[in-house]
């Protein structure tokens, strides 16, 4: 998907043959064994990856994931796409992403935490504030950045916050962090409201995935007066055309660790509640939700990509002969997360913190700025809004190329 969206705009562009070849292969691929000892006295070996798209505008920056799917190919799309996400947003960062092939719903805090300072063992080398900085993404949290940054800085032996962002405030972290992709998932909703003249009074919307930025979107966009009217996890989905109350919900959510069985809704399942009709759609769980299958079948005003690549190609060729769907493609609409992740980064490199207030008064700013962007290029260049988004931050990257030149 990564590499069918890149030759598309390299077409576009007209991106010359030397700088495409060389944007296109990722600069640095690792695959590390992770031998953790299991608390049933067993030896269980994992596998981790960590993909280091380009090095042409600083140090490389992504989240890790640990999920039964994590493999090769899929962190090194995410890596591209991270790569553009930077580069849309200004940020002085290549693409990079990671994780682990693991269950962690399935591992106990204690197997986690000796998974996760074995991995940044293995790939302690790569890592560091001027090389690659992790982050969180599926299945990883504050708690896991915190064990990174304490592995590195033991080796180190001294301490190392800029090495990862998304770790607790107490540590080096962001005021916001923990909140900023879903928030800034809202801003740009309110954002596409406005532009496609849509009033949020009487809107409804439907969430796949309720972790980290699903539940804070839904948060941000019912702030708009939005009902909620469906959401789901990787154990199904829940229904009530009224609205869930997310109060109630949260509550449910942390005693049972699902959304699954909430009073006053009827279950649905995940395939189900993306053809749910609304006004506004957020996949925010995996790739590959939106497909040739489902795509003309989905039925809502707004297209939110909370998640990274939740739409295929073939669907979003599907999509872009329905000019009632606006899409607000993943690389601008998820970029909250790694904005302030900067944010944090840059904090912790001159050990001075900021409020609340100037953090979120400042990604809104960015965000904005990189909406506006896209819309017009978009409206100029007839695009679509991916295409528009993906040109802005490909031509970054290969500028940056040409600039720098090639090492004879
Ligand atoms: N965290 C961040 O800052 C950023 C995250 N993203 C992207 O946002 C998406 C979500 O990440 P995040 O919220 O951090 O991850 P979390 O692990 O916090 O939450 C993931 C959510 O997706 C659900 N899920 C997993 N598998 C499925 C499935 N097959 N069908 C439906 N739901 C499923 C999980 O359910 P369960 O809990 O039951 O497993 C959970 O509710 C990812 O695509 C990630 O790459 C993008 C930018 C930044
Ligand atoms: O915060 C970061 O560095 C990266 C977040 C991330 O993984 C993403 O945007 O997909």
């Excluded at 493609?329 to 001159?350: H, K, M, R, T």
Aim: aromatic content about 8%; some cysteine; overall charge neutral.
């Amino acid at each position: 998907m990564a590499c069918a969206q890149f030759d598309e705009v390299a077409d576009l562009l007209e991106i010359g043959q030397r700088e495409r070849e060389r944007v296109k292969y990722p600069k640095r691929a690792i695959t590390v064994a992770v031998p953790v000892n299991m608390d049933d006295g067993s030896t269980q070996v994992f596998t981790g990856f960590r993909v280091q798209h380009h090095l042409s505008l600083g140090p490389t920056k992504g989240g890790m994931r640990y999920h039964p799917d994590v493999a090769l190919g899929e962190v090194a799309a995410l890596a591209m796409w991270m790569s553009w996400k930077c580069a849309l947003t200004g940020l002085p960062y290549g693409g990079a992403k990671g994780g682990v092939t693991c269950d962690p719903g399935k591992m106990s805090i204690q197997e986690l935490e000796r998974l996760t300072r074995r991995f940044t063992q293995e790939i302690i080398g790569f890592i560091g504030p001027q090389i690659d900085i992790p982050a969180p993404d599926m299945g990883t949290n504050e708690q896991t950045m915190a064990w990174m940054m304490d592995t590195y800085s033991t080796h180190s032996g001294y301490s190392v916050p800029g090495v990862v962002t998304g770790k607790p405030v107490n540590l080096g972290g962001s005021l916001g962090r923990r909140e900023s992709t879903g928030r800034g998932v809202g801003f740009l909703v309110g954002r596409a409201m406005e532009h496609i003249k849509l009033a949020p009074e009487n809107t409804t919307a439907v969430i796949q995935g309720f972790g980290n930025v699903g539940s804070v979107a839904a948060g941000s966009i019912a702030r708009f007066g939005t009902k909620i009217i469906a959401v789901s996890d990787a154990f199904g989905g829940i229904y009530n055309a009224k609205g869930l109350d997310l109060n109630l919900l949260d509550a449910h959510v942390t005693k049972n660790r699902t959304v699954v069985g909430f009073p006053e809704a009827e279950p649905i399942t995940n395939e189900e509640l993306l053809l749910i009709p609304c006004d506004i759609l957020v996949p925010a769980a995996l790739e590959r939700q939106i497909t040739k299958d489902n795509a003309a079948r989905i039925q809502c005003r707004i297209l939110a990509e909370a998640a990274n690549g939740p739409t295929t190609p073939e669907a979003d060729a599907i999509i872009a002969q329905r000019p009632e769907i606006f899409v607000i493609p993943d690389i601008l609409c998820n970029a909250g997360g790694v904005v302030v992740s900067y944010f944090e980064w840059v904090q912790d490199l001159q050990s001075f913190f900021w409020d609340e207030a100037e953090v979120m008064g400042k990604l809104y700013r960015i965000l904005e700025t990189a909406f506006k962007q896209t819309v017009h290029t978009a409206r100029d260049k007839k695009l679509t809004m991916r295409t528009a988004a993906l040109s802005i931050g490909i031509k970054r990257v290969a500028d940056a190329k040409k600039q720098r030149g090639l090492f004879p």
